[in-house]
């Protein structure tokens, strides 16, 4: 009987991969192959692991070795390509590889006795996915469209493109016929397309659907089930699904044939996860293209400033669609109400009322954007200065009217709203400031014939519930729609002449220095809902109007020409005077404890613990949002002009922080957006 050692990733913390014996049960037995998955004993347990590779010794001594106790052999072996990319993702963001190649599998494979999933995954792999939408023929593309997609399908290796064109102007028809060109040629060719959220998107799916009859398309999102997800991932991995449609979590997904991948939007924070495994899907995709030499597509009216740097030192090719592509459709007029000058009543000047009244009269359509959801973000005593504050968090409980509740929208506590002050017995407790709810009561009460509508995180709740508000909206059932970023993305409302942005000022002053290039990018994307009817010839005129303090801001004076050219390009001269990214890399240590002195401490002696040459060690600080659930938390930024230099000293010092001895919760995160 034959003898092997099997080498096996692991989901567990401990940074290393681990040896098993496996012994043929029986004469014939297939010899098990790396990529496979294998069941073995792990403790006291019995888990699921991958086998990254096969031989005939090992240095674990004999006693110690344990006995693997199945081969999932059914299981077409995962690539060495996607083995390689997990440990790239493992090693670039420094945690073990079982933990991020076992998590990136469906759940029902993982589960450890699952015998009859074998015949199961028989059955599923028969039946595939199909797709019998009527097809929809390809619209001849203008000069630019065109210009785009012979460039990117004529890549045949590593081609970073960067698709820079303002919404509207057709990128999703350039991704549509440069996927077509690259599936046309060759017969089982794969392409991965990203969303920032699938969710928002079944227009993207819809296109797709319609578009490619007959040929599966495989999507993959956080919130299927477990089921769905296991069908969809299995045809992919497979080569059945020849498109995978996907948000962040699908870079991760097994393409054996994969020729092409899309990021949409590119720029979205989406593509970042923010807790575990905190990868960039984009950085990922881009690393990805290149192992695989197949081209990438970045697609975005307002680049992340790394790709727009890339760019500008031609590392991506830029492909500009700078018109929409409708025909004689024009951008909508973006104008600025002074709110020092004219005083909003309500949270809404009379400028931007006659406006929607305007709209009204006509029966179109507007559309108010305010990023904060809730009725008022704090309830406060006027008597003796009380105010709503979470007593776990460093952060106000929100007022949620409907619902009767002050809620925390950081960790969740949940109280009733107090009747009266809870300090000083006062009975008139006032809501301060406005979310979507208290905008949507006050809008109803100007506009009492119109149909008032709100879309954001809580009126969308339950699942579907999300799409079948915004087809409320598309059939035309909704006059004044008020809502949250939730609103800014993927739909294009045909009725819609009118956007408002509230109260957009406050990102201005953010401390998070990324918080006005999110802004830019977050209006151009509300503004881009608005005038997709619009022509030269006059139809349906679109505008779009800010209410601001600060008018003179240079932020709002690009956005007013829609030149984000020039936004970006200021953008990147004040980043490399400053010495920050895209210019230099960073990872952050973060220490999490019961009182806040104890993570600074911490990380006083974590910043001394390794020698760091070339590496700038900058103080512990608290963070913005000090406590979070009663944990109190601060970090310490390192910087450094070179990444492979960042990316040593961080190994290096990720073990020395395992040999402290703490009792503070720490990880660090390699290229943080928050900070
Ligand atoms: P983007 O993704 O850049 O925001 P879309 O791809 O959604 O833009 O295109 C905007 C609109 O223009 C859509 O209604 C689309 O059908 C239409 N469109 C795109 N390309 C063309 C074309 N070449 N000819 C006519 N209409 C087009
Ligand atoms: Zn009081
Ligand atoms: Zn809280």
Same mark, same amino acid.
């Given at each position: 009987m034959e003898q092997l050692f099997l080498t096996i990733a692991l989901d567990t913390p401990l940074d290393r991969v681990f040896d098993y014996r496996w012994t043929a049960q029986q004469e014939g037995e297939p010899r098990p192959q790396p990529g496979q998955l294998a069941l073995v004993p792990f403790g006291r347990q019995e888990v699921m692991g991958i086998i990254v590779s096969v031989g005939?010794? &090992?240095?674990?001594p004999a006693d110690k070795l344990k006995d693997v106790l199945a081969v999932r052999s059914q299981l077409a072996p995962l690539s060495p390509h996607w083995l390689a990319l997990c440990g790239f993702a493992a090693d670039y963001y420094q945690r073990p590889l079982g933990e991020v190649a076992i998590p990136a599998l469906p759940k029902n494979l993982r589960v450890a006795k699952s015998t009859s999933l074998d015949n199961n995954l028989k059955k599923l792999a028969k039946a595939g996915l199909g797709n019998d939408a009527s097809p929809n023929p390809e619209p001849a593309l203008n000069a630019a469209q065109q210009q785009a997609v012979d460039a990117i399908s004529s890549a045949s290796r590593f081609a970073p493109h960067l698709l820079y064109g303002v919404t509207g102007s057709g990128k999703t028809e350039v991704y549509l016929q440069a996927s077509a060109r690259v599936l046309q040629q060759s017969p089982d060719a794969q392409i991965l397309i990203l969303v920032?959220?699938?969710?928002? &998107?079944p227009q993207l799916e819809g296109h797709l659907r319609s578009r490619f009859s007959g040929i599966q398309i495989a999507t993959l999102h956080s919130g299927m089930a477990e089921g769905e997800r296991l069908r969809h991932w299995l045809a992919a991995h497979l080569g059945q699904a020849r498109i995978v449609l996907g948000t962040r979590l699908a870079i991760l997904a097994s393409l054996p044939n994969l020729k092409m991948i899309v990021i949409d939007e590119e720029h979205d924070p989406s593509y970042k996860q923010q807790e575990g495994l905190r990868y960039s899907a984009r950085d990922l995709a881009i690393w990805r293209a290149r192992q695989l030499d197949i081209p990438v597509v970045l697609g975005s009216a307002t680049p992340s400033l790394e790709s727009w740097l890339h760019a500008r030192t031609g590392r991506y090719t830029k492909l500009a669609l700078p018109e929409r592509a409708v025909k004689n459709a024009v951008l909508p007029a973006v104008t600025l109400i002074n709110t020092e000058r004219e005083k909003p009543l309500n949270g809404i000047t009379p400028t931007l009322i006659s406006a929607i009244r305007k709209r009204l009269e006509k029966g179109e359509q507007s559309l108010l954007f305010l990023n904060r959801r809730g009725y008022a973000p704090v309830l406060a005593c006027d008597a003796c200065g009380w105010i709503s504050n979470c007593t776990r968090c460093t952060a106000h409980l929100v007022l949620h009217k409907g619902d009767h509740a002050l809620r925390c929208h950081h960790c969740g506590l949940e109280q009733r709203i107090p009747r009266s002050c809870p300090t000083c017995g006062n009975i008139d407790l006032q809501p301060l400031g406005r979310g979507t709810q208290r905008m949507e009561e006050g809008l109803q009460a100007v506009f009492p014939e119109a149909r008032v509508f709100r879309i954001d995180a809580d009126s969308t709740r339950l699942k579907g519930s999300a799409e079948a508000a915004f087809d409320t909206v598309h059939r035309g059932e909704v006059d004044i729609l008020i809502g949250t970023q939730m609103v800014a993305k993927g739909h294009d409302f045909k009725n819609l002449t009118l956007v408002g942005a509230l109260n957009p000022d406050s990102a201005l002053f953010s401390q998070d220095y990324r918080a006005s290039e999110r802004l830019f990018a977050q209006l151009m994307q509300v503004a881009g809902r608005a005038g997709r009817a619009a022509t030269k010839e006059g139809g349906n005129p679109s505008e779009v109007m800010i209410q601001t303090r600060?008018?003179?801001h240079p932020l709002y004076h690009w956005l007013m020409s829609h030149n984000y050219d020039r936004f970006a390009d200021d953008l990147l001269e004040e980043r490399q005077g400053a010495g920050m990214p895209p210019y230099i890399y960073q990872a952050l240590l973060r220490a999490e404890a019961r009182e806040l002195q104890f993570a600074l401490d911490f990380l006083h002696e974590a910043a001394v613990c390794v020698e760091h040459p070339g590496i700038t060690m900058n103080d512990p600080i608290p963070m913005t949002m000090t406590r979070v659930a009663n944990m109190d938390r601060a970090q310490l930024l390192v910087e450094s002009p070179s990444r492979p230099a960042l990316q040593a000293f961080v190994k290096q010092w990720i073990n020395a922080l395992r040999s402290m001895k703490t009792r503070v919760k720490w990880s660090v995160e390699i290229d943080p957006v928050d900070i």
């Amino acid at each position: 009987m034959e003898q092997l050692f099997l080498t096996i990733a692991l989901d567990t913390p401990l940074d290393r991969v681990f040896d098993y014996r496996w012994t043929a049960q029986q004469e014939g037995e297939p010899r098990p192959q790396p990529g496979q998955l294998a069941l073995v004993p792990f403790g006291r347990q019995e888990v699921m692991g991958i086998i990254v590779s096969v031989g005939s010794n &090992t240095d674990v001594p004999a006693d110690k070795l344990k006995d693997v106790l199945a081969v999932r052999s059914q299981l077409a072996p995962l690539s060495p390509h996607w083995l390689a990319l997990c440990g790239f993702a493992a090693d670039y963001y420094q945690r073990p590889l079982g933990e991020v190649a076992i998590p990136a599998l469906p759940k029902n494979l993982r589960v450890a006795k699952s015998t009859s999933l074998d015949n199961n995954l028989k059955k599923l792999a028969k039946a595939g996915l199909g797709n019998d939408a009527s097809p929809n023929p390809e619209p001849a593309l203008n000069a630019a469209q065109q210009q785009a997609v012979d460039a990117i399908s004529s890549a045949s290796r590593f081609a970073p493109h960067l698709l820079y064109g303002v919404t509207g102007s057709g990128k999703t028809e350039v991704y549509l016929q440069a996927s077509a060109r690259v599936l046309q040629q060759s017969p089982d060719a794969q392409i991965l397309i990203l969303v920032p959220e699938i969710n928002l &998107t079944p227009q993207l799916e819809g296109h797709l659907r319609s578009r490619f009859s007959g040929i599966q398309i495989a999507t993959l999102h956080s919130g299927m089930a477990e089921g769905e997800r296991l069908r969809h991932w299995l045809a992919a991995h497979l080569g059945q699904a020849r498109i995978v449609l996907g948000t962040r979590l699908a870079i991760l997904a097994s393409l054996p044939n994969l020729k092409m991948i899309v990021i949409d939007e590119e720029h979205d924070p989406s593509y970042k996860q923010q807790e575990g495994l905190r990868y960039s899907a984009r950085d990922l995709a881009i690393w990805r293209a290149r192992q695989l030499d197949i081209p990438v597509v970045l697609g975005s009216a307002t680049p992340s400033l790394e790709s727009w740097l890339h760019a500008r030192t031609g590392r991506y090719t830029k492909l500009a669609l700078p018109e929409r592509a409708v025909k004689n459709a024009v951008l909508p007029a973006v104008t600025l109400i002074n709110t020092e000058r004219e005083k909003p009543l309500n949270g809404i000047t009379p400028t931007l009322i006659s406006a929607i009244r305007k709209r009204l009269e006509k029966g179109e359509q507007s559309l108010l954007f305010l990023n904060r959801r809730g009725y008022a973000p704090v309830l406060a005593c006027d008597a003796c200065g009380w105010i709503s504050n979470c007593t776990r968090c460093t952060a106000h409980l929100v007022l949620h009217k409907g619902d009767h509740a002050l809620r925390c929208h950081h960790c969740g506590l949940e109280q009733r709203i107090p009747r009266s002050c809870p300090t000083c017995g006062n009975i008139d407790l006032q809501p301060l400031g406005r979310g979507t709810q208290r905008m949507e009561e006050g809008l109803q009460a100007v506009f009492p014939e119109a149909r008032v509508f709100r879309i954001d995180a809580d009126s969308t709740r339950l699942k579907g519930s999300a799409e079948a508000a915004f087809d409320t909206v598309h059939r035309g059932e909704v006059d004044i729609l008020i809502g949250t970023q939730m609103v800014a993305k993927g739909h294009d409302f045909k009725n819609l002449t009118l956007v408002g942005a509230l109260n957009p000022d406050s990102a201005l002053f953010s401390q998070d220095y990324r918080a006005s290039e999110r802004l830019f990018a977050q209006l151009m994307q509300v503004a881009g809902r608005a005038g997709r009817a619009a022509t030269k010839e006059g139809g349906n005129p679109s505008e779009v109007m800010i209410q601001t303090r600060y008018p003179q801001h240079p932020l709002y004076h690009w956005l007013m020409s829609h030149n984000y050219d020039r936004f970006a390009d200021d953008l990147l001269e004040e980043r490399q005077g400053a010495g920050m990214p895209p210019y230099i890399y960073q990872a952050l240590l973060r220490a999490e404890a019961r009182e806040l002195q104890f993570a600074l401490d911490f990380l006083h002696e974590a910043a001394v613990c390794v020698e760091h040459p070339g590496i700038t060690m900058n103080d512990p600080i608290p963070m913005t949002m000090t406590r979070v659930a009663n944990m109190d938390r601060a970090q310490l930024l390192v910087e450094s002009p070179s990444r492979p230099a960042l990316q040593a000293f961080v190994k290096q010092w990720i073990n020395a922080l395992r040999s402290m001895k703490t009792r503070v919760k720490w990880s660090v995160e390699i290229d943080p957006v928050d900070i």
